[in-house]
């Protein structure tokens, strides 16, 4: 009985040694120092022993159970500090890796033009004048010298409301009349503002118009303000918001506020002048409509027109990015589609 006590010590001794994991660990406890182990299960049978013996086998087992639950502990405590130590090492964090990038979100394309067209106009002391995107009918056509039933009214396609006389601007002209009476003092004081908003028109939707865009318009007044005021100051901002190198050019054009009236095209951002299906192979862009401020507007603003001179002008936003970045679709700008916006 004490030999085989031995045996089954030795082997458990033997055993231990070679344990590195704590889940054979467990199962080796199980096995000899658990409820049903074999150490257990020996000094349970102390008491079927003939008399003599049981002391001493009993006192045998006893030491063997003490000596293998310290030994257990020992490689317990062994295997717990290899398995940390390893975690650590695995599970290191290399601070050298890049970092992953938070999704940020950022300003619409149109919302950037926008921006950089006040920061050029700021520059050239014009500050921005917000008028209003529901109109009345006289300010968006009467007072800008287009009296009902004039045929001009039909370049620009309208929407109503139900209470007659009230439109949705289909242009930012009409805030030339509110800046000239917001900060014209009856006609005594020079203005230079640009008026940037939503504009509003009944149209076929394509790939270069939408119903709802942007406009910014230019407007100064002040004496001695002639049409070589106009070009020198549209060709400066062309210039700066498309490239120094890019070629601008006049075109004499109608509108019933502006006279004389003109159209300003750039050299084509993508073509550079070849030709191409985006410039329609003309080899230029228009960006604006423009003139100097009709007698009849400037009067209904409020001012001399024999004292009292000016220029307008409007831009198209949108357009603009589209030639700057080369999109071939307006529609790409209220789409709210992710990948083409993350794009700027
Ligand atoms: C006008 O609206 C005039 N009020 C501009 C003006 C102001 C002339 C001051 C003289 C003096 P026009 O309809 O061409 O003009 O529009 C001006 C610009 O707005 C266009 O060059 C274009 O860039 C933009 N635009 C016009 N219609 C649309 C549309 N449906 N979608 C997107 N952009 C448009």
């Not at 940390?84 to 394309?109: F, K, Q, S, Y």
């Not at 080899?283 to 507007?297: D, K, N, Q, T, Y």
């Amino acid at each position: 009985m004490l030999k085989q006590l031995e045996t089954i010590y030795t082997n458990a001794l033997n055993e231990l040694d070679t344990i590195t994991d704590s889940d054979t660990l467990t199962i080796w406890f199980r096995q000899h120092l658990g409820k049903k182990g074999e150490i257990t299960l020996a000094l349970r049978s102390t008491a079927d022993l003939p008399k003599e013996e049981r002391a001493a086998f009993g006192q045998r087992a006893n030491v063997i159970k003490n000596d293998l639950t310290a030994q257990y502990e020992a490689r317990e405590d062994l295997i717990r500090q290899q398995e940390l130590a390893r975690n650590l090492e695995e599970g290191a964090i290399d601070v050298t890796l890049p970092g992953r990038r938070i999704p940020t979100g950022g300003l619409h394309p149109a919302t950037q033009t926008l921006r950089e067209i006040y920061a050029i106009w700021a520059d050239m002391g014009f500050q921005v004048f917000r008028s209003r995107d529901v109109e009345d009918d006289d300010t968006n056509f009467t007072l800008l010298n287009i009296p009902p039933h004039h045929p001009a009214r039909d370049m620009w396609d309208t929407f109503h409301v139900a209470t007659p006389g009230v439109i949705l601007r289909t242009h930012t002209s009409p805030g030339q009349i509110r800046a000239m009476h917001a900060y014209g003092e009856n006609g005594t004081k020079p203005v230079r503002v640009i008026l940037p908003g939503m504009c509003y028109r009944y149209e076929q939707i394509s790939a270069r118009s939408e119903i709802q865009f942007n406009q910014v318009e230019g407007l100064a007044v002040g004496h001695n303000i002639r049409m070589t005021d106009l070009k020198g100051t549209l060709a400066e901002f062309a210039r700066r918001l498309f490239g120094a190198d890019k070629r601008v050019r006049f075109r004499g054009s109608y509108f019933p506020f502006t006279e004389p009236s003109i159209e300003v095209d750039v050299e084509c951002i993508l073509c550079e002048g070849q030709g191409c299906p985006v410039c329609k192979y003309t080899g230029w862009l228009e960006i604006a409509g423009a003139g100097m401020v009709h007698p009849v507007v400037l009067q209904n603003g409020g001012y001399d027109p024999t004292q009292w001179s000016g220029f307008a002008f409007g831009l198209g936003p949108e357009r603009s990015t589209m030639l700057k970045h080369g999109i071939k679709d307006i529609r790409y700008f209220w789409g709210n589609d992710l990948r083409f916006l993350e794009q700027f």
